[in-house]
């Protein structure tokens, strides 16, 4: 399912639960296998979300324009 069909609010749980994993698993490599992201992108997201002190709205998308 494309990222594009899902509201907001599922893109933040979906992201999140990609930290909730890695928790429960105790490994980075294992959750991205399971959820089919690359490390690069597990940790992109969960560096924004540290910066913004575990505010869920910096788990959805910015925009690029200019």
């Not at 599922?10 to 930290?19: D, L, S």
């Not at 992108?41 to 924004?48: A, D, E, I, N, Q």
């Amino acid at each position: 399912m494309s990222h594009w069909y899902l509201t907001p609010e599922e893109i933040i749980r979906k992201r999140y639960n990609w930290f909730v994993e890695v928790e429960s698993l105790g490994s980075v490599s294992l959750a991205c296998k399971r959820f089919e992201i690359s490390r690069k992108t597990f940790y992109k997201w969960r560096w924004r979300f540290r910066q913004a002190r575990g505010d869920p709205n910096s788990l959805l998308n910015r925009s690029r324009r200019p």
